[in-house]
């Protein structure tokens, strides 16, 4: 059974950094795209940023750029989001996501997800 | 960026009407186009991949249609657990995009 779980979220002031984690488990990791995407309370979601199997390639959201990175420990089956000079409309629910039933690894649909964990950037 | 737009915004319906909401791409996305369902307090569930692929354990009475700039996601009839919020996303180039969601209600 695929499993993706999110930890590392909380209350963080503004300027503030938080790391997210993502620990993966029933897949084969290593071989798949990973991706953020996060939910401001009310909203939308929007898309954050992904990583391809090896940590080689990354992509980011404009708002994001700069200063979010994405990385991963695929001997440890775990996806990171270092997270520096928040703002509060970074506030949001980041879920972690992957495809594993489809034929691209990740690379076009997300059918697996985590339940998220919330960030909250307040003073 | 590609924008996605998708209409309406919300809708109310009755069991066993039939639902279509529509997605706009600012450019041509081919067929890369997903669709997704989420509940309150809930993840996204992935409905409909590549514009029309159903996924695995997902109602035939769902449906997803369109190439290039527009797609249509069917309900034909639509059920208890279809009330929700779908998203469409597009893949064909980062960043990927949603559109901003249509909520589906009970009349």
């Known amino acids: 059974e695929v499993q993706l779980v999110e930890s590392g979220g909380g209350l963080v002031q503004p300027g503030g950094s938080l790391r997210l984690s993502c620990a993966a488990s029933g897949f084969t990791f290593g071989d798949y795209w990973m991706h953020w995407v996060r939910q401001a309370p009310g909203k939308g979601l929007v898309w954050v940023s992904r990583?391809?199997?090896?940590?080689?390639?990354?992509n980011y959201a404009v708002s994001v750029k700069g200063r979010f990175t994405i990385s991963r420990d695929n001997a440890k089956n775990t996806l990171y989001l270092q997270m520096n000079s928040l703002r509060a409309e970074d506030t949001a629910v980041y879920y972690c996501?992957?495809?594993?039933?489809?034929?691209?690894?990740?690379?076009?649909?997300?059918?697996?997800w985590g339940l998220g964990t919330l960030v909250t950037v307040s003073s | 960026d590609v924008q996605m737009t998708q209409s309406p915004s919300s809708l109310s319906a009755s069991v066993g009407d039939r639902v279509t909401i529509t997605c706009r791409a600012s450019r041509s996305i081919s067929s890369y186009l997903n669709w997704y369902q989420q509940k309150p307090g809930k993840a996204p569930k992935l409905l409909i991949s590549s514009a029309s692929s159903l996924q695995s354990g997902v109602p035939s009475r769902v449906s997803g249609s369109g190439s290039a700039t527009d797609f249509t996601l069917t309900i034909s009839s639509l059920q208890p657990e279809d009330f929700a919020t779908y998203y469409c996303?597009?893949?064909?180039?980062?960043?990927?995009?949603f559109g901003q969601g249509t909520k589906v209600e009970i009349k």
């Open positions: 990583i391809n199997g090896d940590g080689s390639s990354t």
């Open positions: 996501a992957t495809d594993v039933g489809g034929p691209w690894f990740g690379e076009f649909s997300l059918d697996s």
């Open positions: 996303q597009q893949s064909y180039t980062t960043p990927w995009t």
